[in-house]
């Protein structure tokens, strides 16, 4: 009787271990393929991450300070897509087997990722000096076009002192067809040139003021956009070279 009962929890025992190795095979078996699932969605990510990049680097215009500098903002607006693929690509557990052909493409890949930290550290002059080109591609936009007003308004002042009383008359007529002439009201033609002169000169300055502002929203904007990519870079250089660094388990398979 007690051989009996000492064979039953034998047996039981035996049941319960057994169940528990199945429960822990299945549990094993699970976690690796919802990692193979992740490992795949990373591979597809980062293929279509890099189709992207090279959309946008196809039409290249190297010497545009424009197109180089919108260009490395793109990339980095966009390194969040590179990142999360490589998390997926190189997220592994402890009961993970990676075979030889993997391996050698996550060995490319981790090297690849340095190249890319790298890059991105290099991207930082680009959008600065860029940025400083587009700057002052625009204030010379400026100037220029505040030159040919102010050249505008001294050949238009030469031109009123040159008029004859008929072409005086005729240009008042031109000018105040539409505009309030209420502000032009001298009977002799000296006044009127000064009148005249005088509403063009105050439209000069208020189309400089206007070119000053949209000058100064531009710098503004310019700044700012600069700032932000320039930090980007360097974060996202940083970021790359680090799971490089954390990835030298790829490299040494």
């Known amino acids: 009787m007690l051989k009996y009962q000492l064979?039953?929890?034998?047996?039981?025992?035996?049941?319960?271990?057994?169940?528990?190795?199945?429960?822990?095979?299945?549990?094993?078996?699970?976690?690796?393929?919802?990692?193979?699932?992740?490992?795949?969605?990373?591979?597809?990510?980062?293929?279509?991450?890099?189709?992207?990049?090279?959309?946008?680097?196809?039409?290249?215009?190297?010497?545009?300070?424009?197109?180089?500098?919108?260009?490395?903002?793109?990339?980095?607006?966009?390194?969040?897509?590179?990142?999360?693929?490589?998390?997926?690509?190189?997220?592994?557990?402890?009961?993970?087997?990676?075979?030889?052909?993997?391996?050698?493409?996550?060995?490319?890949?981790?090297?690849?990722?340095?190249?890319?930290?790298?890059?991105?550290?290099?991207?930082?002059?680009?959008?600065?000096?860029?940025?400083?080109?587009?700057?002052?591609g625009n204030h010379a936009q400026m100037t220029s076009q505040i030159s040919l007003q102010k050249t505008q308004v001294e050949q238009y002042a030469q031109q009123l002192g040159q008029a004859s009383e008929e072409q005086l008359n005729s240009l008042l007529q031109r000018y105040t067809a539409g505009e309030d002439s209420g502000t032009i009201s001298s009977n002799s033609a000296e006044q009127i040139k000064t009148n005249l002169l005088a509403e063009v000169e105050k439209q000069q300055l208020q189309a400089k003021n206007q070119l000053q502002t949209q000058f100064g929203q531009k710098k503004t904007n310019l700044v700012k956009t600069t700032t932000k990519w320039s930090i980007g870079a360097i974060v996202s250089g940083m970021c790359l070279v680090l799971i490089w660094r954390h990835t030298a388990w790829a490299r040494i398979r």
């Open 7 to 136: 064979w039953r929890i034998k047996q039981t025992l035996k049941t319960n271990t057994d169940a528990a190795l199945k429960y822990r095979r299945l549990n094993i078996e699970t976690e690796q393929r919802s990692t193979k699932i992740i490992n795949l969605v990373g591979y597809v990510i980062l293929l279509l991450v890099l189709l992207d990049y090279g959309f946008i680097l196809i039409s290249s215009q190297l010497f545009n300070p424009s197109w180089a500098y919108n260009t490395a903002g793109q990339l980095v607006e966009n390194i969040w897509g590179l990142l999360f693929g490589l998390v997926l690509i190189f997220y592994r557990r402890d009961q993970d087997i990676v075979k030889s052909r993997e391996a050698f493409c996550l060995k490319i890949i981790s090297w690849l990722t340095l190249c890319a930290g790298i890059s991105y550290f290099l991207i930082t002059p680009v959008i600065i000096g860029n940025g400083y080109r587009i700057y002052r």
